[in-house]
């Protein structure tokens, strides 16, 4: 365990040092981020015009749902993009075989290789938002509340990974899957919003299918002070189930690596 | 003549090219045709929505047409043809000039190129049409996937509004692929192109109505957005498409004033840009 975190440190160190050699981008990104977030708040804003709600949210409600799906959002564009992007090109040059025969695990290797600073921001902007919303909604943080939030949040950063993953994986197979990616970030777009926004069919897709309710709204359900026994239990089922899976599909996958100079 | 017979040649041997070279990325190009679904995202939303304002304890939101569901004056059915219409005409004015240009650009393929004697932007032009013929067949294939989901709203345009739609799609890509060009172009002067596109894609997706229908919006931000090309290339054709009633002049005339603005405009930076290329490496 210590030997983990020990290289975690390292490889963040030199994340960090490598970065601020290009101090112009990290403008870009907190543009990018501010203009995310206004056209988030904007379109929310249209939902609610002529007093209608959505899906039996209030506005500072569905807010705290933005705010989860800011954090997520900032935390692939931090972690799991600049990451998994690289298992593809690993796959492509044969430099995968070099981080297999290092003794370390390689999921562990290739998921913490390297981090983006520039998504820092909307993290930092995806938890004021959440905490400020939830306040604004009145609720009342106690510490099972509280402690029940960090659990499911946790549940949901742990399946997004896991999403990622297992879609990375398949780059053992076939090489390319920048658009397989590209998918899934337009599926995860749906949970801007609360999954009660939509009609049955879909709700019950993206509970069950694709796990898009665990990732933002029943999050959101815990901050607002209202967690309940069946979601906590699904939540942490699905989360165990979705790792599980990542980490035997990359077994799997594994037997079937062909080096690529042989 | 012999000039105009040239051309042609050049373009059949170009789009022939292109195409086969995109058939090899079908499973690819499928899978992109994949991720344009959020339009259809926001019809089953807006849907919902404009159902709750009908029957505020929302049962029964999934089945059948519910008569007088409207949010801001449009009804379900409406909001339907819409957005598959934005559907449609989002996955045929889609430019990816920025990335194809950095890469070549980036690995010294656009030197070899900048020595043919032919405009760069061609090859780029007509891999896209190559690409649209690829994913014509998915398109088509999906919306008519929606159109099974939510039976109460097909429709068949009139021939004449089809015909609109479609000269008013191929504008709108004309236009998209121009503002992307311009974008491209700017990689002659800085590194950050790829971080500007990134801006331009937001400002597609919040203003250009795919989320939602820009009769939806406030009066003024609507106003202020139809300043700006993102609307007329998404929301102007689908409505076309869909059938809705509106000023056609005006929507064309706005393409067009957006072509008359960035062609030249493109092609005079292009020059620039190229006197000031150096190639890397040797």
């Known amino acids: 365990m210590g030997r983990y975190l020990k290289t975690l440190r390292r490889f963040w160190g030199t994340a960090l040092a490598s970065q601020t050699e290009y101090q112009a981008n990290l403008l870009f990104d907190l543009l990018a981020m501010g203009g995310n977030l206004a056209g988030s708040l904007f379109m929310i804003g249209l939902f609610f015009q002529g007093g209608r709600g959505l899906g039996g949210w209030t506005w500072p409600e569905a807010l705290v749902v933005l705010g989860i799906y800011t954090l997520l959002d900032g935390v692939s564009s931090t972690l799991l993009r600049p990451n998994l992007s690289r298992i593809v090109t690993q796959v492509q040059e044969g430099t995968l075989d070099f981080v297999l025969l290092k003794p370390i695990d390689s999921q562990f290797w290739l998921s913490t290789r390297t981090f983006a600073l520039g998504g820092l921001p909307e993290i930092g902007a995806g938890l004021l938002l959440m905490a400020w919303a939830a306040r604004a909604a009145g609720a009342r943080p106690s510490l099972a509340v509280v402690a029940a939030a960090v659990v499911l949040l946790g549940t949901s950063l742990t399946i997004l990974y896991s999403l990622w993953f297992v879609l990375a994986t398949t780059s053992i197979w076939f090489v390319k899957t920048w658009n397989a990616t590209e998918v899934l970030r337009a599926t995860l777009t749906a949970g801007r919003y609360p999954v009660t926004a939509y009609p049955q069919t879909l709700r019950v897709l993206f509970t069950v299918v694709i796990p898009v309710a665990f990732l933002t709204t029943v999050p959101a359900e815990a901050v607002l002070g209202r967690p309940s026994w069946p979601w906590l239990l699904g939540g942490a089922g699905m989360a165990v189930l979705f790792f599980a899976l990542s980490r035997a599909f990359w077994q799997l996958a594994l037997r079937f690596h062909t080096s690529a100079s042989s | ?282």
């Open chain 2, 1 to 282: 003549m012999r000039r105009v017979a040239r051309l042609a040649r050049v373009a059949r041997v170009l789009l022939a090219t292109q195409y086969a070279h995109m058939l090899e990325y079908r499973a690819e190009i499928a899978l992109w045709a994949l991720s344009g679904l959020v339009p259809l995202l926001m019809m089953s939303l807006w849907i919902h929505q404009a159902d709750m304002g009908v029957a505020p304890s929302g049962g029964g939101a999934a089945s059948g047409a519910e008569l007088g569901a409207a949010i801001g004056g449009l009804s379900r059915v409406e909001l339907a043809r819409y957005f598959i219409s934005a559907f449609i005409v989002r996955q045929f004015t889609v430019a990816w000039v920025v990335f194809a240009f950095e890469e070549d650009a980036l690995q010294g393929r656009l030197s070899p190129m900048l020595l043919q004697p032919l405009h760069p932007l061609w090859r780029y032009l007509t891999s896209h049409l190559a690409e649209q013929a690829t994913r014509l067949p998915f398109v088509a294939g999906l919306a008519g996937i929606f159109l099974l989901l939510v039976p109460w709203a097909a429709w068949w345009p009139a021939p004449g509004r089809l015909l609109l739609a479609v000269l008013a799609t191929v504008l709108a890509f004309a236009v998209n692929f121009l503002v992307q060009c311009l974008i491209a172009v700017l990689c002659f002067w800085s590194e950050r192109a790829s971080a500007l596109e990134r801006l331009h894609t937001l400002a597609m997706l919040f203003l250009s109505g795919l989320m939602a229908p820009l009769e939806l919006f406030p009066p003024a931000v609507r106003q202020a957005a139809q300043w700006t090309p993102f609307p007329w290339i998404i929301h102007f054709p689908a409505r076309l498409l869909a059938g809705a009633e509106l000023d056609a002049a005006a929507g064309f005339a706005a393409l067009a004033a957006w072509l008359a603005l960035l062609l030249p405009l493109t092609l005079l930076l292009w020059r620039a840009g190229v006197r000031r290329y150096a190639a890397m490496g040797s």
